[in-house]
């Protein structure tokens, strides 16, 4: 004959308390690692996720592009350098009518939607991409008279370094326009960036950070909603 043991239920009670525990510890190291893959994708788009990451960008940066188009005050006179240029969109759409554009990046997927989108500027001489370091811009001191870094600023290295390259080659009374940061006061807003471990910083902080790379700034401002991005207009003086 056969016996049957019975589990005692505290037995049953602790494998099931075991298995929801290990459960959601793998789902915690898996929401770990995807944060650590979506920063690093943020700063540089790379391998096949690279390549969603490039295409969606541009839907989250498209916030910054209307404004930063408008306190530029591009004109057709102007040249204009976008730092961390992304797949080119802003150059693009907001920029068509510059005389001369140019952008830089640090990924080569992202060099490559930029240069596929711009091929036509590209083939007439009135647009360049390039790839490169912003804290190592490849132009000649006095070269733009407009600048622009969105959605980028917070993840570079050392924006203090690439900040003073734009500078340099902004020529005097040159225009830049920088997102940097979030409005600190927003509680909620600070709470979210902290739990992905994204960079943050103060308004002061971010004032001394431009100020110190040698320009003046002509005005803080905050984007509405659920994120409000610090925007700064900054000019060189002449």
């Not at 959601?24 to 540089?44: C, E, F, H, N, P």
């Not at 040249?79 to 920029?95: E, K």
Request: aromatic letters at 8%.
């Amino acid at each position: 004959s056969t016996r049957r043991v019975g589990v005692p239920r505290w037995l049953t009670a602790i494998s099931i308390a075991t298995a929801g525990i290990v459960a959601g510890a793998v789902v915690m190291v898996r929401m770990i690692d995807y944060k650590v893959w979506l920063r690093s994708q943020l700063t540089v788009p790379h391998g096949r996720g690279g390549r969603i990451a490039a295409r969606a960008m541009p839907m989250f940066h498209r916030v910054f592009y209307g404004p930063a188009a408008e306190r530029l005050d591009l004109g057709h006179d102007d040249t204009l350098l976008d730092v961390a240029c992304g797949s080119g969109v802003f150059l693009d759409r907001f920029a068509s009518d510059v005389h001369r554009v140019a952008g830089i990046d640090l990924s080569d997927i992202q060099i490559d939607l930029a240069r596929r989108r711009l091929q036509r500027r590209i083939a007439d001489g009135s647009a360049e991409i390039v790839r490169g370091d912003a804290t190592h811009l490849p132009w000649e001191n006095d070269t733009f008279t407009a600048a622009a870094c969105v959605g980028s600023l917070d993840y570079f290295a050392s924006p203090d370094a690439a900040l003073r390259e734009i500078h340099r080659v902004l020529q005097p009374g040159g225009r830049v326009f920088l997102t940097y940061g979030m409005d600190d006061d927003n509680e909620k807003a600070v709470a979210q960036v902290a739990s992905w471990g994204l960079p943050q910083s103060t308004e002061d902080e971010a004032r001394t950070l431009v100020e110190d790379a040698g320009f003046t700034i002509d005005e803080i401002t905050y984007l509405s909603g659920d994120y409000p991005a610090r925007y700064l207009h900054a000019t060189k003086p002449a």
